[in-house]
């Protein structure tokens, strides 16, 4: 498998971005409109979440704790 880091957006809670590797094919496949979890399976729910919205697994348990 092809890893590559992708930066992610902008946390909304901290204002930091993140990088997350994922798989080059995989990552074609979820910016052409893929869902997330059938393209990046490897991900867990915490990264996928990272590259969906920047909200870093951190930043998103004080925003919902």
């Not at 809670?13 to 995989?26: D, E, F, L, W, Y």
């Amino acid at each position: 498998m092809n890893l590559v880091d992708i930066q992610t957006p902008r946390c909304m809670m901290c204002g930091k971005r993140g990088t997350v590797s994922a798989s080059s094919k995989g990552v074609r496949r979820w910016r052409e409109g893929e869902l997330i979890q059938r393209c990046l399976p490897e991900l867990d729910a915490d990264q996928a979440e990272q590259m969906i919205s920047g909200t870093h697994p951190d930043c998103y348990e004080a925003l919902f704790a």
